[in-house]
């Protein structure tokens, strides 16, 4: 072979390689989505069909877990690489929260930068922004542009919180100066409207909490005035957001791209579209879990328009687990009937039994993913080392909880992690099959949500092998085991 020939070859083999070695990472991620929220994991009292595709083409993670069991704590594992319990200030945070990720740390969206991809995030943020006060009517910063996005269009923090705007990259959309926006947390604005004293105003009323600014007929948690022509619709934010996401595909195509697509259903106040009104027969909570199945079939649609379904990797999964009555009488839990939103699964969001992180958790590459099932134990927290190593580099040094399951999320590898701490009330620890629950102060029961905590004034010890639905306490049968995970878990406490 003449040296020009071998050469062309060459160039033409590692431009082939680099065309697959960095595909394309899309992250569909739900707001409180349960692990027996979809059908792909057994549900029969629920359709969710576009996210079913996805299992039957991809590996569906039966112990797939987020890192903690509320949004926050959750999400800054996932984006950091480090669990969220021993940093102060990680737990759920109101709408004018600074941020609390600062900016000169590594993030899985960093690592996706500095591999050259295209990084965005749209949905829901929650993880604070600016380093003081935010003025919403100028520039807010820093946000998620200094830690690794190249675009963001996102809320601030939930639904349920002011304000209720939306933030593309450094500014609120649709403000109008002449209408400021003031957001407080600590006292009404006088002459605005509360649902604590004008419940006539709302079509949806608090079951508790709630009561403060009321915006779109939905009364919410803290306080807001002005910025009326940036406020958004409740029933058209899964629609805006999908259509940001498709936008931010068709625009990254020419380059590898990152996309963090972070849903909010079916997180409170459950207001979706019309169009699903009904369809669940469970009432808005069903309806929104509906509506998030349809944005994934949207956006899979467009991967697929565009010619970029086989070099794309899809992760689908959720922030916490499930919850029914999350503060507002929204007829879920009248229309519950027999659907089981954590499946076979004790406790929910909140808990600190499985239901609280073990949560749907999907990856779909066609042609490098084999399809099928994997029991593999894997979490969100280890993302950053894990997309390190997809895109040939080391993990950040701060990701320090993160460890590179790439096998595990690829399939070649059928363990993943020997052991992990999960973040619900009180924290607990997993070893292969089994799980402890360190003694824990605190009611049982959260009255509110009427949902288990996991709190328990003895230790609890389960093997999840015979006993996934924690009934069975074995810390009392088996004492060396359940002292010496409570001393690892000491031990991985203290990091
Ligand atoms: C709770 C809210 C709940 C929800 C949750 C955060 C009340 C009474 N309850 O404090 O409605 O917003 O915070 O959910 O205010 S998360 O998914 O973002 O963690
Ligand atoms: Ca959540």
Not at 250 to 265: Q, T
Not at 309 to 325: A, F, I, K, Q, Y
């Given at each position: ?18 065309a ?5 990472v ?7 989505l349960g692990y027996?929220?979809v ?8 359709s ?13 993670f039966t112990?797939g ?6 949004c926050?704590p959750s999400r800054?594992?996932m ?7 021993r940093q102060?200030g990680t737990?759920?945070l ?6 609390i990720?600062?900016?000169s740390r ?7 930068k ?8 749209v949905?829901k ?11 919403w009517n ?9 830690i690794g996005?190249?675009?963001?269009f ?8 002011v304000?209720?705007v939306?933030v593309?990259?450094?500014r ?6 002449a209408?400021p926006?003031q957001?407080?947390y600590?006292?009404p604005?006088?002459?605005e409207?509360?649902?604590k ?5 709302l079509?949806?009323?608090?079951s508790h ?12 948690i803290?306080y807001m ?6 406020l958004w619709k409740?029933?058209?934010m899964s629609?805006?957001f ?13 380059a ?8 909010h259903d079916?997180?409170v ?10 369809k669940?027969?469970m ?6 879990i ?13 991967l697929d328009r565009l010619?970029l ?6 992760l ?7 919850v ?6 929204d ?12 499946g076979?699964?004790r ?12 949560v ?8 490098k ?9 894997v979490?969100?927290?280890d993302?950053?080392?894990s997309?390190?190593a997809?895109t ?8 320090k909880?993160?460890q590179?399951?790439?096998?595990a999320?690829?399939?070649e590898?059928?363990a ?7 973040q619900g ?15 824990s ?10 949902s ?7 230790p ?8 996934l ?12 085991r359940a002292?010496?995970?409570a001393?690892?878990?000491?031990k991985?406490?203290?990091?």
């Amino acid at each position: 072979m003449s040296f020009m020939k071998s050469f062309w070859m060459s160039l033409m083999l590692a431009s082939a390689t680099t065309a697959s070695d960095k595909p394309n990472v899309v992250l569909l991620y739900a707001d409180d989505l349960g692990y027996g929220d979809v059908s792909c994991y057994g549900s029969k009292t629920i359709s969710t069909p576009h996210i079913d595709k996805l299992a039957a083409e991809g590996l569906r993670f039966t112990d797939g877990h987020c890192a903690a069991a509320t949004c926050t704590p959750s999400r800054f594992a996932m984006l950091t690489g480090e669990y969220a319990f021993r940093q102060k200030g990680t737990g759920v945070l109101p709408g004018d929260a600074k941020m609390i990720i600062p900016p000169s740390r590594d993030t899985m969206a960093t690592v996706f930068k500095k591999a050259g991809y295209h990084t965005g995030v749209v949905g829901k943020w929650h993880l604070g922004l600016g380093d003081k006060e935010v003025d919403w009517n100028t520039e807010i910063r820093p946000g998620p542009l200094e830690i690794g996005f190249d675009h963001c269009f996102i809320m601030a923090a939930t639904g349920d919180r002011v304000p209720c705007v939306f933030v593309e990259d450094h500014r609120v959309v649709g403000l109008d100066p002449a209408d400021p926006i003031q957001v407080s947390y600590k006292q009404p604005f006088p002459g605005e409207p509360t649902g604590k004293d004008n419940p006539e105003l709302l079509r949806m009323h608090p079951s508790h909490g709630h009561d403060m600014a009321v915006l779109n007929g939905v009364s919410r948690i803290g306080y807001m005035k002005g910025g009326k022509s940036a406020l958004w619709k409740d029933e058209d934010m899964s629609d805006t957001f999908t259509a940001e996401a498709v936008k931010f595909i068709e625009s990254s195509k020419a380059a590898p791209f990152f996309l963090y697509f972070a849903a909010h259903d079916p997180h409170v106040p459950r207001v979706p579209h019309p169009r699903f009104t009904g369809k669940s027969g469970m009432g808005p909570r069903g309806d929104a879990i509906l509506q998030f199945d349809d944005n994934v079939g949207t956006i899979l649609a467009v991967l697929d328009r565009l010619g970029l379904r086989e070099n794309t990797l899809v992760l689908l999964s959720s922030d916490n687990g499930p919850v029914v009555d999350d503060g507002y009488q929204d007829d879920a839990v009248e229309k519950l009937g027999s659907h089981q939103p954590a499946g076979p699964l004790r406790g929910g969001k909140y808990s600190a039994f499985e239901g609280g992180t073990r949560v749907p958790f999907i990856v779909r590459w066609p042609g490098k993913v084999k399809p099928g099932v994997s029991d593999a134990l894997v979490c969100q927290v280890d993302f950053p080392a894990s997309f390190a190593a997809l895109t040939g580099q080391k993990a950040p040094e701060s990701a320090k909880d993160s460890q590179n399951l790439l096998p595990a999320l690829l399939g070649e590898d059928s363990a993943g992690r020997k052991e992990l701490v999960e973040q619900g009330g009180p924290v607990s620890l997993r070893q292969g099959v089994w799980k402890f629950i360190p003694t824990s102060q605190g009611p049982a029961k959260n009255k509110n949500t009427n949902s288990e905590t996991g709190n328990f004034p003895e230790p609890q010890l389960y093997d999840l092998s015979q006993d996934l639905g924690e009934r069975q306490n074995l810390a009392k049968s088996q004492p060396e085991r359940a002292q010496s995970m409570a001393a690892d878990l000491e031990k991985a406490r203290v990091g």
